[in-house]
């Protein structure tokens, strides 16, 4: 079977396109529409085997990853899903392989109605990168360097379960507990809070980022684009039941440096607390505040319950950390 | 040195953007604005070592065609390059390596005022991913589907050259003279025909396509879209000097099945000849007509001098033929 038959069977999958897509796979180029006088987002992420996924990962799971992190980061610029471009590098044509992960993929892709619109197929090691496009109206994108003193601090759902589950998968021993199906999920197929991002933007929120590396470390990207510092109440921060009973320690490592957590971190006025409260509601998304954005560039203090600075030593996922 | 790091220090280079990049390289997504009304045309390319170059490519060179390949893309759709997004698996951080890639990249990016806008880097088996993302008015792209019986066919440039090369970088017997640099460049440095094909949809072009995968076969993807077929005339075909010396059966496979050109092959009706011809002039692009398109279905004929048909047995390239 060849490249484009390959490409034609599994992924000429028929996402609604909403008015968006002029012309999708097939062409030279895809072909899209955005809505008058919108603005266009676009990210792309490349996920390499032994790095973002293990070699035995089940297919169907990669396939809703893969797109899931992508939609993250237009949820972090309030964008609203118009498609997507899929590029994958194959070691071998493996039909039921390629037929999970589609049945992965397209099934986010439906529930964001995010059609795939165009793409490559070629031989080589397991690679996939996808790129998103999305629209958001002028001046409403959740930038990064939009976070000003005074803001509120917030996050939706919670992190560290997706950390917890790696470890657990690694065999790392203070990980070994019993993991439940919703916890393994927060690492195998995670959610992107494209409702509430969307919601955000235009309920006067300031700055937001999607946390793949880490809460702390990815905080301290707002901060260093905004230059600003924050405070982060830790007993402010959601749990998960899965991690209450870890070692102190690492409860912390994995609740503020947890990685592939894929919930919004993001700042508002304080005049905002009520439009943001109703952004959670209407989405269905869980939103907690855990601090406030301060003058100080750059710097990051930790609290504790009483309000003191609590210092905590925390690393930053890296693909390039040795 | 950090992921961040590196993609700070070899990708964060001033192409002049132009009015439509609103925010860069650094937030979740990047923000482009469109002119007013315009459709949106995006594209991805994966190369893979080994498969798409060879490991010993000189990295400059594979900066430049990463980026040629996607820009042919929009060029074959008629669209105004607006910027890309690079996704980058690299084995080891190799500073010479990337600043050289950094070089081939940047040069041609600059010339097409095509910006770097965002994209990732991740360890992992050599793979780039390009995604491009250009402009077109509505109604003006140069889709597949768009070729029309009694449409003269046109070729720019020549073709050939590149698959020459290849041979000749495989040992192949009959591909062993020496080659010119300017020969060579085809293979290494090929050049999209942007410009031309801007002209092209506002001349009236119908059809386009860019030859990827050789002559005979990227037509054969116009003729099946456009439920047409078409008639070559062999013998107007523009025949590079390095392949006049071949054995008449490898000249063919170089000129009909070659691939990696990077050519634009297109329909206009004849009514449009005076047009193209200014659009050639205008983008300082050679171009032939090389044939016609006809009312049957899929059908291909390839005509001698005195116009009959001639049975040449062509394959187009495939990354998983076997």
Same mark, same amino acid.
């Given at each position: 079977?060849?490249?484009?038959?390959?490409?034609?069977? *599994?992924?000429?999958?028929?996402? /609604?396109?909403?008015?968006?897509?002029? #012309?999708?796979?097939?062409?030279?180029?895809?072909?899209?529409?955005?809505?008058?006088? *919108?603005?266009?987002?676009?990210?792309?992420?490349?996920? @390499?085997?032994?790095?973002?996924?293990?070699?035995?990962?089940?297919? $169907?799971? #990669?396939? *809703?990853?893969? #797109?899931?992190?992508?939609?993250?980061?237009? =949820?972090?610029?309030?964008?609203?899903?118009?498609?997507?471009?899929?590029?994958? !590098?194959?070691?071998?044509?493996?039909?039921?392989?390629?037929?999970?992960?589609?049945?992965?993929?397209?099934?986010?892709?439906?529930?964001?109605?995010?059609? &795939?619109?165009?793409?490559?197929?070629?031989?080589?090691?397991?690679?996939?990168?996808?790129?998103?496009?999305?629209? @958001?109206?002028?001046?409403?994108?959740?930038?990064?360097?939009?976070?000003?003193?005074?803001?509120?601090?917030?996050?939706?759902?919670?992190?560290?379960? !997706?950390?917890?589950? +790696?470890?657990?998968?690694?065999?790392?021993?203070?990980?070994?507990?019993?993991?439940?199906?919703?916890?393994? !999920?927060?690492?195998?197929?995670?959610?992107?809070?494209?409702?509430?991002?969307?919601?955000?933007?235009?309920?006067?929120?300031?700055?937001?980022?999607?946390?793949?590396?880490? +809460?702390?470390?990815?905080?301290? *990207?707002?901060?260093? =684009?905004?230059?600003?510092? =924050?405070?982060?109440?830790?007993? =402010?921060?959601?749990?998960?039941?899965?991690?209450?009973?870890?070692?102190?320690?690492?409860?912390?490592?994995? +609740?503020?440096?947890?990685? /592939?957590?894929?919930?919004? &971190?993001?700042?508002?006025?304080?005049?905002?607390?009520?439009?943001?409260?109703?952004?959670?509601?209407?989405?269905?998304?869980?939103?907690?505040?855990?601090?406030?954005?301060?003058? $100080?560039?750059?710097? &990051?203090?930790?609290?504790?319950?009483?309000?003191?600075?609590?210092?905590?030593? +925390?690393?930053?996922?890296?693909?390039?950390?040795?």
């Amino acid at each position: 079977m060849g490249e484009f038959e390959l490409i034609r069977r *599994h992924f000429q999958h028929a996402t /609604d396109p909403g008015n968006a897509v002029v #012309l999708g796979i097939g062409d030279d180029c895809a072909l899209l529409q955005p809505s008058p006088g *919108h603005q266009l987002a676009v990210s792309s992420d490349m996920l @390499v085997e032994g790095r973002h996924f293990f070699p035995d990962v089940d297919p $169907e799971a #990669l396939g *809703h990853k893969a #797109l899931a992190v992508n939609l993250s980061d237009l =949820a972090a610029m309030g964008a609203r899903p118009l498609g997507f471009t899929l590029a994958l !590098a194959l070691p071998r044509a493996d039909i039921d392989w390629l037929a999970a992960f589609a049945r992965g993929l397209f099934g986010l892709a439906d529930a964001h109605a995010c059609p &795939l619109v165009g793409g490559d197929t070629t031989r080589g090691p397991l690679n996939l990168c996808i790129t998103v496009f999305g629209e @958001v109206k002028p001046g409403q994108a959740l930038r990064r360097d939009a976070a000003r003193a005074g803001d509120d601090l917030y996050i939706s759902g919670r992190t560290g379960e !997706a950390r917890l589950t +790696l470890e657990h998968l690694r065999g790392t021993d203070w990980a070994m507990a019993p993991l439940s199906d919703e916890t393994r !999920a927060r690492l195998e197929r995670p959610t992107p809070r494209n409702a509430l991002g969307i919601l955000l933007a235009s309920a006067g929120a300031h700055a937001a980022i999607d946390l793949s590396d880490g +809460l702390a470390g990815d905080l301290g *990207h707002i901060l260093s =684009a905004s230059g600003v510092g =924050a405070e982060i109440d830790l007993f =402010a921060l959601p749990v998960a039941p899965a991690l209450q009973a870890l070692p102190v320690a690492q409860r912390w490592e994995c +609740l503020l440096a947890g990685g /592939d957590d894929y919930e919004l &971190l993001f700042t508002a006025p304080p005049a905002a607390r009520e439009a943001i409260a109703t952004a959670a509601t209407s989405s269905r998304t869980p939103v907690t505040r855990i601090g406030r954005i301060t003058a $100080e560039p750059g710097r &990051l203090r930790l609290l504790d319950a009483n309000g003191l600075p609590l210092a905590l030593s +925390l690393r930053s996922f890296d693909h390039f950390a040795t």
